[in-house]
C-alpha cells in the first residue's frame, strides 16, 4: 500500500500521466496530462487519483491525510519550482484551484476551489505583484465565500434559505448604493473578507483556516465528500455510472481572466455540439473568472465573428450594437483567437473527437484549463462521426462503437409540423441550446416539474440542483446564459430541447409569471419551443414524426453491412408495419392476431364465438371474423413486401372478452339476443383466479 | 377465393415460459423456429406479476437488489441462461431452427448483445426500437470480433 503511487504531477510539457489513465487520473487529470505531452499550454499541477477517493472513504480524513502528505508536498514543490513561486509565500505565493474529475464528464455536479493559498499575507503580495489591489481583494473575498459555502458548509440547503455570504453582499451594496459587483471599491471588498470571515464563526463556531495547507486539506477531502451528494448520485444514477468509481482531484496553478482587459476566459467546441457541424464555437468573457461564463451572470459574448452574428440576429441587437457591446473575440483578440483555433485544431487532430475546451488568457497568454470530448445531442453524434469517417480520421468499426445507441432515441423524437408551426405565434426567441420541440405549461421551479402532465421549466438560469426537474420536463427555457451555459450543456447531454437567454424573457419567481414585453403569462400556461431555432411560441403545436434521412440513413446501412442478426419489428396492424418499415425493419417478429379482435365489430364476433355450445356454432362465428382478419393481415402483407411475417396464432385470453359489469353486460344479452343469466354464467365459467398463469 | 398457389411458411412456437427452454430439444422436434418471448419468460422466471412490478421493483432498485428492471434489460444470469439452454438443445435436434426474440428485450442495446453471443437469427422489437436495434446489433458483432481478436493475441 505505501509504495502505490497516488499523486501524478503535470507541467512544461511533461506529465507523468496519459490520456489512457482516464480510470486512475479522471477525464480530466488525464486530458491535462496528455495536453502537456502534446505541447499544449496548461497550467502545471498534480492529480489525486480515483483509488485515493475509495481510500479516503475507507479511512476518514485524519488518516488519509497521514497517507498522502508527503506525496502532495512533492508535488506542490515540482510546481513551485517550475512557476518560481511558493505556496504560503508571503513575498511569491503560489495560488491553487482544486478541481474534481471523474472518469466520465459530470458537469456541475461536484465542487471546486478556486484561489486557494489566499490569506491576509499573501493577498498583500498578490496586490504587490499584479499592481492590482483590487483583483487581489476581490480573489480573496470570493475565495473565502468559495471555501466557506464548499468546504464548510454555509450553502444553504433549500432554495428557500439565503446564502449568509449573498446576504452580506446584498447589504453593502444597498448600503453604498451599488448595482453592480465590479463598482465594489477596495475598501469595501477589504471590509467583505472580515465580515464574511466573521459569518463563517458565527455559524460554524470556528475561524475561518489561513494557513494554506489546511485549506489545501480541506479542499482536497471536500471534493472527495462531493462525490456522494445528493445531486451527484442522482446524477449518476440517470446516467448509469457506478458509484464505486470515485472521483479524482486536480490541484493546478491558478491562472486568470480577470486580471484586466488583456485577459479573458471562455469555452470552445471544436464542433457544433447540437448541430454537429464542423465550426469552431463558444463564448467568452474579457475580464472575467471561468465560473462567470457557465453561471449565465454575464452575458457571454462568442468566439467567432460569424458566431457573433448569427447571435445578434437570434438577440435582435443591431450590428452597431453588437460591435460596440458584444464583439468577438476574432474581432478584439485576433492573436489569442489564432492561437485557440490552432489548439483546438491540434487537439482535434490529436484525440480525433469534438473537443470541448475550457481556456482562459492571462495578459494575453493562452492557457487551456481542460478539454474532453465534448457533449453532444444525437444528431450531432452521428453527423460528427459520419463526417470524420469522410474525412478518413476513423474507420467505420469505429464510427459505429461510438455510437450510443440510446441516443438515436433523440432523432425520433417529434418536431414541429411545419404547417402548424407558420400558423403559430412567436412570443420572443432565445438561443437554440438544444434541438427537439416541446409544448407543455409554465412552472417555474424543477421541484414542481410533475405538476402537470407536460411541463416547460422556465428559469432565469438553471443550477445543478435542478437536474432532477430538468429531466421530467419536456422542454427548458432560460432567460439568462449562453449556448455553453449550465441548462444549454445539460439539456443537450439529455437530448431534451432547450432554448436559452431569451434576453426579453423576464420571469418572476414570487409571481410564478414570465413576462415579455407586456404580455403576462402566468404559470400552467401552454407554451412551445423549438430547440432548433430558438423560438418560442404561444399555445401548444401539433408534431409529426421525423423521418429518417441523410447522415441518419447512411449510419444504419452501415450498422445492416456489420450486423450479422437481423432486426424485425413486432406490429399487429398495417400502420404499425409501414411505419417499421420506414425505420428498415426486415420482416415481422411477432403479429399478435388477438389485438385484432377488440376493435368494433370483431369484438361481437368474438363474443358469439365464446357464446357458442358447440362446434357448429364456434364455426360460424369464426368464419364472420375471418373475413375481417384477411382485410389486416392483406394490409400487414403488403407493407412488409414479401420480408418474413410470424403470426402468432390465436391465444385469447377469453375473459379479457367478456364484460365484467353488469351495464356491460345487459348490452351484451342484448346484442346477442340471449338472457342476462347466460351472460353471467359464461363470465362467472370464465373467470379466473390467477389471470397471470396460464388458463 | 381458392387457388393453387402455396407460400413458403415455417410452423414454430414461441418459448415464454421456463419448462419451454427445459424441453426444448423435444419441441423442435415439431417445431422449425423458436420465438422467445422474454416479457412472459422473464415473469415466471422470477415469479413477478408484470402488472404488479411497479409496487415493489423501484425498491429493489433503490436498495441495489436488483441492478436493471429486468422488464426492461434481460436478465443474462438467469433468463439468458435459459434462452442460452434452449437455443442449444433447439438446434441439436434441429440444426437450421430458426431463433429469434419478440419481447421488449429485442430493442434494448445490452439485451440485443446477449442474442448476438447466443447466436439467435434475429431480434423483434416495436417499431420506434428499430434503429436503435439496428446498431446495437452492429455493435455486438463488431465488439465479438474485437474480443476474439484479442484472445488471439
Not at chain 1, 450553502?155 to 453592480?180: G, L, Q, T, W
Not at chain 1, 458584444?326 to 473537443?355: G, R, T
Not at chain 2, 436498495?63 to 438446434?91: C, S, T, W, Y
Request: aromatic residues 6%; contains cysteine.
Amino acid at each position: 500500500m505505501k509504495n502505490k503511487k497516488r499523486v501524478y504531477t503535470f507541467g512544461d510539457r511533461k506529465a507523468e500521466g496519459n490520456a489512457s489513465m482516464k480510470n486512475l487520473l479522471g477525464g480530466k487529470g488525464a486530458n491535462l496530462a496528455e495536453m502537456n505531452l502534446i505541447g499544449v499550454p496548461v497550467p502545471p499541477g498534480f492529480t489525486i487519483t480515483t483509488e485515493v477517493c475509495t481510500e479516503y472513504n475507507e479511512i476518514g480524513k485524519e488518516k488519509f491525510i497521514e497517507l498522502i502528505k508527503s506525496d502532495v508536498k512533492s508535488a506542490i514543490k515540482k510546481t513551485e519550482k517550475l512557476l518560481g513561486v511558493f505556496f504560503g509565500s508571503e513575498e511569491d505565493p503560489l495560488l491553487v484551484s482544486v478541481r474534481s474529475g471523474a472518469r466520465v464528464s459530470m458537469p456541475g455536479m461536484m465542487d471546486t476551489v478556486l484561489n486557494l493559498g489566499l490569506n491576509d499575507h499573501t493577498v498583500e503580495a498578490i496586490a504587490r505583484k499584479t499592481g492590482n489591489e483590487r483583483f487581489a481583494w476581490d480573489s480573496y473575498r470570493r475565495f473565502v465565500q468559495m471555501y466557506g459555502d464548499v468546504v464548510l458548509g454555509m450553502k444553504p440547503e433549500s432554495k428557500d434559505d439565503i446564502d449568509p455570504f449573498e446576504k452580506i453582499m446584498e447589504e453593502v451594496k444597498r448600503n453604498n448604493n451599488i448595482a453592480d459587483d465590479t463598482e465594489l471599491s477596495v475598501d469595501l471588498l477589504r471590509a467583505l473578507v472580515v465580515r464574511f470571515k466573521a459569518a463563517v464563526t458565527a455559524q460554524t463556531g470556528k475561524k475561518f483556516p489561513s494557513d494554506p495547507w489546511e485549506q489545501l486539506w480541506g479542499a482536497i477531502t471536500a471534493v472527495f465528500d462531493s462525490w456522494n451528494t445528493e445531486r451527484a448520485v442522482y446524477y449518476r444514477k440517470i446516467n448509469k455510472i457506478p458509484h464505486e468509481w470515485g472521483t479524482a482531484v486536480n490541484v493546478q496553478a491558478m491562472v486568470y481572466g480577470n486580471m484586466g482587459n488583456r485577459s479573458a476566459t471562455g469555452v470552445a467546441f471544436s464542433r457544433d455540439a447540437a448541430t454537429g457541424e464542423n465550426n469552431l464555437n463558444g463564448e467568452y468573457l474579457v475580464n472575467a473568472q471561468g465560473e462567470d461564463v457557465v453561471a449565465g451572470v454575464r452575458t457571454p459574448q462568442e468566439i467567432t465573428l460569424k458566431g457573433s452574428k448569427k447571435w445578434a440576429e437570434n438577440q435582435n441587437v443591431s450590428e452597431k450594437v453588437r460591435k460596440e457591446k458584444y464583439p468577438s473575440m476574432e474581432e478584439i483578440m485576433p492573436k489569442a483567437y489564432k492561437e485557440l483555433f490552432d489548439i483546438q485544431h491540434k487537439l482535434e487532430n490529436h484525440y480525433n473527437d469534438m473537443q470541448d475546451i475550457e481556456f482562459t488568457i492571462q495578459q494575453g497568454k493562452m492557457w487551456l484549463l481542460q478539454t474532453r470530448n465534448g457533449k453532444r445531442t444525437g444528431k450531432a453524434m452521428i453527423r460528427i462521426a459520419m463526417e470524420m469517417l469522410d474525412e478518413k480520421r476513423i474507420d467505420e468499426k469505429e464510427v459505429l462503437m461510438r455510437m450510443e445507441p440510446e441516443k438515436i432515441d433523440e432523432l425520433l423524437h417529434p418536431i414541429f409540423d411545419v404547417k402548424a408551426m407558420a400558423e403559430a405565434n412567436v412570443l420572443t426567441r432565445g438561443l437554440p441550446a438544444s434541438p427537439g420541440a416541446a409544448s407543455g405549461q409554465l412552472v417555474f421551479f424543477a421541484d414542481e416539474c410533475n405538476k402537470y402532465e407536460k411541463v416547460i421549466l422556465a428559469r432565469i438560469e438553471t443550477s445543478p440542483e435542478d437536474l432532477e426537474g430538468m429531466n421530467i420536463a419536456n422542454g427548458i427555457l432560460t432567460a439568462r446564459g449562453g449556448m455553453t451555459s449550465h441548462a444549454a450543456v445539460v439539456a443537450r447531454g439529455m437530448g431534451k430541447c432547450c432554448v436559452s437567454g431569451a434576453g426579453e424573457a423576464i420571469i418572476d419567481y414570487k409571481k410564478r409569471t414570465l413576462t415579455i414585453g407586456k404580455k403576462v403569462y402566468r404559470e400552467g400556461t401552454w407554451i412551445s419551443l423549438n430547440g432548433s431555432t430558438g423560438e418560442v411560441y404561444k399555445g401548444e403545436i401539433e408534431t409529426i414524426k421525423p423521418k429518417v434521412s441523410g447522415n441518419f440513413d447512411r449510419l444504419l446501412k452501415l450498422s445492416d453491412r456489420y450486423s450479422r442478426m437481423c432486426v424485425r419489428t413486432n406490429a399487429d396492424t398495417p400502420h404499425d408495419s409501414m411505419v417499421a418499415r420506414d425505420f428498415g425493419a426486415k420482416g415481422i417478429g411477432l403479429c399478435r392476431t388477438e389485438h385484432m379482435f377488440f376493435e368494433g365489430d370483431k369484438i361481437i364476433a368474438m363474443r358469439e364465438m365464446i357464446l357458442a355450445d358447440d362446434t357448429d356454432g364456434r364455426e360460424e362465428a369464426l368464419s364472420k371474423l375471418l373475413i375481417m382478419q384477411q382485410k389486416d393481415f392483406e394490409g400487414i402483407f403488403e407493407a412488409m413486401q414479401g420480408l418474413p411475417v410470424t403470426v402468432r396464432l390465436l391465444d385469447p385470453p377469453l375473459n379479457e372478452f367478456v364484460p365484467h359489469n353488469s351495464k356491460g353486460q345487459m348490452e351484451m344479452a342484448d346484442a346477442m339476443e340471449v338472457s342476462l343469466e347466460t351472460i353471467q354464467l359464461k363470465v362467472k365459467e370464465l373467470e379466473e383466479s390467477n389471470p397471470m398463469l396460464g388458463n | 377465393m381458392e387457388t393453387e398457389e402455396t407460400i413458403d411458411h415455417l410452423v414454430g412456437t414461441m418459448i415464454e415460459i421456463p419448462r419451454a427452454a427445459l424441453t426444448a430439444d423435444a419441441i423442435a422436434e415439431s417445431a422449425e423456429f423458436f420465438s422467445f418471448g422474454t416479457n412472459d419468460l422473464t415473469q415466471m422466471t422470477f415469479g413477478y406479476s408484470r402488472d404488479d412490478v411497479g409496487k415493489f421493483l423501484p425498491i429493489y432498485l433503490d436498495k441495489g437488489i436488483l441492478k436493471n428492471d429486468p422488464f426492461a434489460v434481460l436478465d443474462q444470469e438467469g433468463v439468458g441462461q435459459l434462452i442460452k439452454m434452449a437455443v442449444e438443445k433447439g438446434r441439436q435436434t434441429r440444426p437450421d431452427i430458426k431463433l429469434g426474440i419478440c419481447g421488449e428485450h429485442g430493442g434494448e442495446p445490452s439485451s440485443i448483445d446477449f442474442c448476438h453471443r447466443v447466436g439467435l437469427d434475429y431480434v423483434s422489437c416495436s417499431p420506434y426500437r428499430v434503429p436503435i436495434a439496428r446498431l446495437a446489433a452492429a455493435q455486438a458483432t463488431i465488439r465479438e470480433d474485437m474480443n476474439n481478436t484479442n484472445l488471439v493475441k
